[in-house]
């Protein structure tokens, strides 16, 4: 948008870009200002990108707007509507400063003090071979209405804690130059320390946190090294990415003169040059203006006049020097003067601060976008990780519910052979041990009971019975043994996956983070909120001696070995009994035949009768007994079996809930990410 500054009304009492605004201009400087402030927000919000907030040159200019200000209302002089319009956007954070500020940054003895005072005419700023600069010093004019401020003298303001972040205290020194003194009255004119000083990494770090805030960047590189390594990355890391308006000065070229005798050097000066027109370019990705000079030489001669009693006052000192000296000639001095006093015209300061806002907010939200994509990546990653582990513990846990139903199929198989004690003993007990059996033989019964107690029992719980009790109840035992063989298998098979998850989640940088690197890219800061650690399992280690308990408990209202033996003993006695009733009855319908109460043919049916019920008792009573047998030992174990699988449910569950919350901060990390 092209803006007609140049003729724009002036304030009565504004100086710098202040008093030229039109009112539209006004409303565009709190628009992109604004803009600013967004961008500004959502990388805050966002988090891990870099934000150079305004807070130095922007309270600078708000206190010499007010002291401005104080100085009238001391005077006792009314304001005037505009006076008040600027004191409410002075105290506005979000109005920009009304300065036109000029950063002079670059390596450490590369001549921007030996330059700032070249361009005031002065030995201000302290000068040498060794890192000098150890401040950021501002320079700009003494806009006081008192007559004592134009006394020659510039007054100098310390501070420590202006505008600085990261919690590290640099000094600050504000000189406030007469204005005769100071030939740019709408310039702030600051110089940084210098870069890549070895011993002073901080010297860095302040320049650095100012760059942002300039208007115009002067990069002053060396001509007897031109675009260092540490040159090259500070234009292209860092003033790149602030999209600001740059100026390089190619410093010292005298040196180039001296070193190549009475020719001046001036194919050498041309090559230098070229050189750095070239790669400025592609550092900057734009050609900036570039200005070879030598402020050694261009310092001598005004200190040479000015010690004849030469002023110098002008619009630029070249005005006076010009064509008088081949040494100014030679130093190109007014080159840079006449840049900063004529071709900065108001139009394109007020151009250069509305792009500058845009420029940082343009860098801040590509910065903002990079973050998002990089955290998308790793996102994408941390869900295929999420989903991959939620699979992988569906599958452990269908592992886990196999060997839980190996384990019951093994307790069921206890309690099915228990119960067909009775079947294994009448398979080796014979008819006429049975007969004998009702004798009082009772001994042969015994033997045949434990001999198939010893075959039903199986290989691993024989060896526990050669120990322990032949009454001691062997169910107990077994039962103990295969669920207690089951329960250190879950808690074995539970601890490696959960050690396995944790190492896997071990791997992604947010789980990195929270252990201290910083899970937001190495900032510091780790976005997940807690840490994975290897589950305990406590609940595993409950679960055996609550099985022991709860076995010991339904077993014993079980009958035991001894209860068992006698129980099947009564009752094949009592079949064995009936049996021998019937036989002995046949002989009842063959007295009544031969007594002549029942025909021959009657009494031989009901004699024949008798006789077949007496053999058919003893097999259909042992099956039955058997069968009786069977089916009590069933139902009086199902209540057994109900409340091993109750427990080994509820341990699953807890395992399941256990690994669950051991990677709950990733999961709850993952979703938030998300979202």
């Not at 130059?177 to 990494?201: E, M, R, V």
């Not at 792009?355 to 994509?373: A, F, K, M």
């Not at 009901?606 to 058997?626: K, Y």
Request: charged fraction near 20%; aromatic fraction near 6%.
């Amino acid at each position: 948008q092209s803006t007609d500054t140049d003729n724009a009304p002036h304030s009565v009492m504004g100086s710098g870009l202040s008093r030229i605004l039109t009112d539209e201009q006004r409303s565009l400087f709190n628009q992109v200002n604004q803009l600013s402030s967004m961008s500004r927000s959502l990388a805050r919000r966002l988090g891990n990108v870099p934000v150079k907030e305004d807070s130095l040159l922007g309270d600078i200019a708000r206190l010499q707007t007010q002291r401005r200000l104080r100085e009238q209302q001391q005077q006792q002089k009314p304001f005037t509507t505009q006076q008040k319009q600027i004191v409410n956007e002075t105290g506005n954070n979000n109005h920009p400063s009304s300065l036109f500020t000029v950063v002079f940054a670059g390596e450490f003895n590369s001549g921007k003090s030996t330059l700032i005072n070249a361009l005031l005419g002065n030995e201000l700023l302290d000068t040498g071979v060794l890192p000098t600069t150890n401040a950021i010093t501002i320079m700009m004019a003494n806009g006081g209405t008192n007559s004592d401020d134009d006394d020659g003298a510039p007054s100098v303001i310390e501070s420590s804690s202006i505008g600085l972040d990261a919690g590290i205290p640099a000094l600050t020194q504000l000189y406030l130059l007469p204005p005769s003194k100071f030939p740019f009255s709408d310039l702030c004119l600051i110089d940084t320390p210098g870069t890549n000083a070895i011993l002073s990494l901080q010297h860095t770090s302040s320049t650095l946190r100012i760059l942002h805030d300039a208007d115009l960047i002067v990069f002053v590189t060396s001509a007897d090294r031109p675009f260092s390594e540490s040159e090259k990355e500070l234009l292209q890391t860092s003033i790149k990415s602030y999209r600001k308006r740059v100026a390089i000065v190619i410093n010292k070229m005298d040196v180039l003169e001296r070193q190549k005798g009475d020719d001046h050097g001036d194919l050498t000066k041309k090559t230098v040059e070229d050189y750095v027109v070239e790669h400025a370019g592609d550092l900057l990705g734009a050609r900036p203006i570039v200005i070879p000079l030598s402020a050694r030489d261009a310092l001598s001669v005004k200190l040479l006049f000015s010690s004849s009693g030469n002023t110098g006052e002008g619009d630029g000192c070249g005005d006076i020097f010009d064509n008088q000296t081949s040494l100014w000639k030679r130093s190109n001095f007014g080159s840079l003067e006449h840049f900063l006093s004529k071709t900065l015209t108001a139009s394109s300061k007020v151009k250069t601060k509305l792009l500058n806002p845009i420029g940082v907010s343009e860098g801040i939200l590509i910065d903002c976008q990079n973050e998002i994509e990089e955290r998308q990546a790793e996102l994408d990653v941390d869900v295929t990780t999420l989903r991959l582990l939620t699979s992988q513990s569906d599958s452990w846990i269908k592992e886990q519910i196999s060997a839980i139903e190996t384990c019951q199929s093994k307790v069921r198989e206890a309690i099915v052979n228990k119960s067909k004690m009775a079947r294994r003993v009448l398979q080796e007990l014979s008819v006429f041990e049975q007969w004998k059996m009702t004798l009082g033989s009772r001994g042969i019964f015994d033997q045949v009971w434990d001999s198939a107690d010893r075959l039903g029992q199986s290989a691993w719980m024989t060896s526990i019975a050669k120990d322990g009790d032949s009454n001691q109840n062997s169910l107990e035992n077994e039962v103990l043994s295969v669920v207690g063989k089951c329960v250190e298998t879950l808690s074995t098979r539970a601890q490696t996956q959960g050690t396995a998850t944790i190492e896997y989640l071990g791997k992604r940088p947010a789980v990195i983070g929270s252990g201290g690197k910083g899970g937001s890219n190495g900032s510091g800061v780790s976005r997940m909120v807690g840490s994975v650690s290897v589950p305990k399992f406590q609940r595993l280690k409950d679960l055996q001696s609550s099985m022991t308990t709860t076995i010991r408990s339904s077993v014993s209202n079980l009958p035991d070995n001894s209860q068992c033996k006698d129980c099947v003993y009564t009752s094949l006695c009592r079949t064995v009994l009936t049996s021998s009733a019937l036989f002995g009855s046949v002989f009842f319908p063959v007295t009544l035949s031969a007594s002549g109460v029942l025909d021959e043919m009657t009494g031989m049916v009901a004699s024949g009768t008798l006789v077949i019920l007496g053999f058919a008792t003893l097999p259909l009573g042992n099956r039955h007994v058997a069968q009786s047998f069977e089916r009590k030992w069933l139902d009086d174990a199902a209540q057994l079996e109900a409340v091993i699988e109750i427990l080994f449910k509820d341990a699953l569950h807890e395992m399941r809930l256990e690994l669950s919350e051991s990677a709950a901060p990733y999961s709850r990390y993952v979703k938030t990410e998300g979202d």
